[in-house]
């Protein structure tokens, strides 16, 4: 992950309209939901949860169904506000294999640690509330870990009530391209 990849599209730089935070050496950046960002290692993710809002600014947890998700299951996790965390509900296995876990079940959060828990639960809180659309690069913050690139893209969904309480987190890696 030498270069750093770009975001295009919409969102040349000097109309940059989200907030950027460092975080040893990860960057979080959060985006508007409209216009459409462009992220290119997840564009087909970003056309499927775009596809699947239907009019709504987020979509629906359920209107994401495995099929449409079919090439990304490994790479994606779903998460769930739960108090001043988000328990995953679902923890692919190319995010087991980056993390040196299976993290299904845990608190998102507390998994982290202190290094950079602080600033991920104001990223998450941000991107829920506003709705936006999160981007994190750098390494992966776990002990042991540390060697591992990554880029993860958090895009909030709704409950049934549509309150925003969910995330679908895809996974790029060098390895995965």
Not at 44 to 68: D, M, N, Q
Not at 96 to 110: K, M, N, Q, Y
Request: hydrophobic share 35%.
């Amino acid at each position: 992950m030498g270069n750093k990849p770009s975001i295009t599209g919409s969102h040349e730089a000097d109309r940059y309209t989200g907030v950027r935070a460092e975080s040893l050496q990860n960057s979080h950046a959060q985006f508007p939901i409209e216009p459409m960002v462009s992220i290119p290692e997840f564009s087909t993710l970003l056309t499927i949860w775009y596809g699947a809002r239907k009019g709504r600014v987020t979509p629906h947890k359920a209107s994401l169904r495995c099929e449409l998700l079919k090439g990304w299951l490994g790479r994606i996790a779903i998460s769930e506000r739960d108090g001043d965390d988000y328990r995953l509900r679902l923890f692919g296995t190319e995010f087991s294999d980056v993390f040196g876990r299976d993290l299904t079940g845990c608190h998102l959060l507390a998994s982290l640690g202190e290094h950079c828990g602080g600033l991920t639960h104001e990223h998450l809180a941000t991107l829920l509330d506003g709705p936006f659309i999160g981007y994190t690069t750098g390494r992966v913050p776990i002990p042991g870990r540390e060697f591992l690139e990554l880029s993860i893209i958090d895009l909030p969904m709704s409950d049934q009530q549509g309150r925003n309480r969910f995330f679908l987190h895809g996974l790029s890696t060098p390895a995965s391209g």
